[in-house]
């Protein structure tokens, strides 16, 4: 399984990014998805997953209302929708794989992208 993260960049608060992740190397409807996030001198914490045989989400109480996860089954991509960004946002995002039914923990994960900086300027 190999993830290709990209998208991230300097944004000013309140603005929107849309993160992708290119997922290859298998097939995906047995999986989940998710998106982690690590700022400097803190632990990667959970940010979103989605189960792509059924598009079923969860998210961080942090990002809800304001980001969301989505897939695209033809494209082997998924995708985060970070809106209303905020300083607190400001992070390198992670895509994360783990094949199964549900994981919101990071230390489910087993194939884990290279992350993109996400970085929000006030």
């Known amino acids: 399984v190999q993830l290709q993260a990209s998208g991230g960049g300097l944004v000013q608060a309140g603005g929107s990014l849309r993160l992708s992740c290119a997922a290859s190397g298998r097939t995906f409807s047995s999986y989940v998805m998710g998106w982690f996030r690590q700022a400097p001198g803190k632990e990667r914490e959970f940010v979103a997953a989605?189960?792509?045989?059924?598009?079923?989400?969860a998210y961080a109480d942090s990002v809800k209302g304001r980001f969301t996860i989505s897939r695209d089954n033809a494209k082997n991509t998924m995708y985060l929708q970070v809106n209303n960004l905020v300083s607190d946002d400001t992070a390198v995002y992670y895509c994360?794989?783990?094949?199964?039914?549900?994981?919101?923990?990071?230390?489910?994960?087993?194939?884990w992208g290279q992350g993109t900086q996400v970085t929000v300027s006030s």
């Open positions: 994360a794989a783990k094949e199964g039914a549900w994981f919101l923990k990071r230390i489910e994960y087993d194939h």
């Open positions: 989605i189960r792509w045989s059924d598009g079923a989400t």
